[in-house]
């Protein structure tokens, strides 16, 4: 089957190669076909010898793969290389790249401790330290000096420069020497890395530090409300289908009512996460159970996030009755809904037949300084032509005039809306009006 296969192969990469020789035998076509592979080879093995000096970040293995990567697809397809391929590649050589140390920056920095330096002069030569490259050398040369020992501040330090410039292989190797440290810690340290872990997408770790700091003995390491917050915002940013949200929602259900179990209260940053997690994997009802809990078990007013999530979510689901009871509740509060929300609104009336209910709020809307979007615009548009006989197909063009010369649409937005409307209209009388509209604009 290989052999097979192998000849096939070389049929093509012959024909490709060698069009202009088409009397050529097989084992010819094959040993071009090698000498032109080991060619190119050599030549891109001379490319990063030579294009690479003992001081460059880039390395010649990375360069060579990166090469010769491209070489192979290309033997394998006549297309451009992919833009996925083009920047899996890329994120490779940058991987490859390892900063350069400044060993004038190192040596100014070490020469400003005493010869039997404390922890907190270390500390202050590390906060000073703006470079985190630096900051991590003299980490690990501090660890080597004899009767010296980090403590939490050092620790803390360290992951905090290394994790705000995004060096996370570096800060894992010193979370590794927290773990391993046994007295070593606060929550606030653990907190730290855990914020850190998220950032990096290293959610399966963070989950282990948050592990760890249940399991400690020590109730200085046990989380907080901050550190169950973190997480939730963690879970809730992993994307935007509903499916991974619904996954994601079971964890953080199950997060929630340990923290409650643990005696630690819920914050409106919490109960907010949880109305949030559920509008998003679509429980809608159990989202509208954590807003009427909110004042009665657990004491926390909602606020102006907890009316716009459940206001959107609702909109989402079509249920425009209990969408506007709760906007009215929200308006007596002072609380003002958000752009998204205010346009979901709109969109969810006009689309459930209530064109003049969805103009009144499109045009408290604009009142409020939300800005709609163009999906509004055009539902409007849409529904007011479709749900009438005739005359509304008159009344979406004034709407649409009315819009222009009150400068909410730009002269772009107002042709593409025209082309909406006279896809809607299906009376050539209304056509004829739109056309002419359109030649004043030319």
Known sequence: ???????????????????????????????????????????????????????????????????????????????PLSRSFRRRQSKRLRASKKPVLDQAKFQESISQLPPRFSNEELCNVLTLQEDPLVCFEIFNWASQQPRFKHDTLTYHITIKKLGAAKMYQEMDDVVNQVLAVPHIGNEALYNTIIYFFTEARKLTRAVNIFKHMRNSRNLDYRPSIRTYNSLFTAMLSRGRNSYINYMYMETIRCLFKQMVNDGIEPDIYSLNSMIKGYILSNHVNDALRIFHQMGTVYNCAPNSFSYDYLIHGLCVQGRTQNARELYDDMEKKGFVLSSRSYNSLVNALALNGEIEEAVNY????????????????????????????????????RLLKEWEQKGLVDGHTYKKLLDVLEDDFGSSKYKTLVQLDRLKLM
């Open 362 to 397: 499109f045009w408290e809307m604009t009142r409020k300084q939300k800005s709609p979007d163009f999906i509004t615009y055009r539902t409007i548009l849409d529904e007011t032509c479709r749900r009438g006989s005739g005359g509304e197909a008159g009344e979406a063009m």
């Open 1 to 79: 089957m290989n052999s097979i296969r192998r000849y096939f192969l070389t049929q093509i990469y012959s024909k490709f190669y060698f069009p202009n020789y088409p009397s050529v035998s097989y084992h010819s076509r094959s040993y071009h076909l090698l000498n032109s592979t080991v060619n190119s080879l050599k030549f891109t093995n001379v490319l990063a010898q030579t294009q690479t000096s003992p001081g460059s970040n880039c390395h010649s293995s990375a360069i060579f793969s990166y090469c010769f990567g491209g070489f192979l697809l290309s033997l394998y397809s006549t297309k």
